[in-house]
């Protein structure tokens, strides 16, 4: 169905920007196999009864590819592996929430969070214009304005009755605080 994330191939786009779909995802497919590799073979050495380092090592790589690549055919599948092989399913993640450490990952830096945010905004123009071809994401601004008010209780302020002396911020026994946000984009 479309709904499934080998599909639709949106994030996938946001994440790399490649107009194929199949090049963005396959390389976010390598970097999650990459990621399950590092998880898998770090906890295969951590647990591992050998005790010579070299062995240990070997063996950890060995199995880290063979866990990496079963934990890509279950997510391909759909269903959900272990956050590392020693926690036998205590926490366990979907295709998704790979998606989403691959997203922070990608807006760690100042240049990868603006080629993030231009893929999602040519993404938006994309999809809009399926519905509507005269659409352009350029024209359009948006505002947002924002007010909050809120007053505190003062246990022993109203004996000085600092409203009577011209103070706007005290009423009734109350500090009030009014903050006003304008942003536009």
Same mark, same amino acid.
């Given at each position: 169905?479309?709904?499934? +994330?080998?599909?639709? /191939?949106?994030?996938?786009?946001?994440? *790399?920007?490649?107009?194929?779909?199949?090049? =963005?995802?396959?390389?976010?497919?390598?970097?999650? *196999?990459?990621?399950?590799?590092?998880? =898998?073979?770090?906890?295969?050495?951590?647990?591992?009864?050998?005790?010579?380092?070299?062995? %240990? @090592?070997?063996?950890?790589?060995?199995? /880290?590819?063979?866990?990496?690549? &079963?934990? #890509?055919?279950?997510? +391909?599948? $759909?269903?959900?592996?272990?956050?590392?092989?020693? @926690?036998?399913?205590?926490?366990?993640?979907?295709?998704?929430?790979?998606?989403?450490? @691959?997203?922070? #990952?990608?807006?760690?830096?100042?240049? $990868?969070?603006?080629?993030?945010?231009?893929? #999602?905004?040519?993404?938006?123009?994309? =999809?809009?214009?399926?519905?509507?071809?005269?659409?352009?994401?350029?024209?359009?601004?948006?505002?947002?304005?924002?007010?909050?008010?809120?007053?505190?209780?003062?246990?022993?302020?109203?004996?000085? &009755? @600092?409203?009577?002396?011209?103070?706007? =911020?005290?009423?009734?026994?109350? +500090?009030?605080?009014? %903050?006003?946000?304008?942003?536009? +984009?």
């Amino acid at each position: 169905g479309k709904g499934h +994330y080998f599909q639709r /191939g949106e994030v996938e786009y946001i994440l *790399w920007g490649s107009p194929a779909e199949l090049d =963005n995802i396959v390389k976010t497919m390598g970097c999650i *196999w990459f990621m399950r590799f590092a998880i =898998n073979t770090v906890d295969c050495f951590a647990t591992s009864p050998v005790p010579e380092p070299m062995t %240990r @090592l070997i063996k950890a790589l060995a199995l /880290g590819f063979t866990y990496s690549c &079963q934990d #890509m055919i279950s997510l +391909y599948r $759909g269903e959900k592996i272990s956050l590392c092989p020693s @926690l036998k399913g205590a926490i366990k993640l979907d295709y998704k929430d790979h998606l989403k450490f @691959l997203l922070a #990952m990608a807006m760690l830096t100042e240049e $990868g969070e603006q080629e993030t945010l231009r893929s #999602m905004c040519r993404l938006v123009q994309v =999809n809009i214009k399926q519905g509507d071809p005269s659409f352009r994401l350029g024209s359009c601004v948006t505002a947002l304005y924002g007010r909050a008010e809120v007053e505190i209780k003062l246990v022993f302020m109203p004996l000085f &009755q @600092l409203d009577r002396l011209g103070f706007s =911020n005290f009423r009734k026994g109350k +500090y009030r605080v009014i %903050r006003e946000a304008y942003l536009s +984009y």
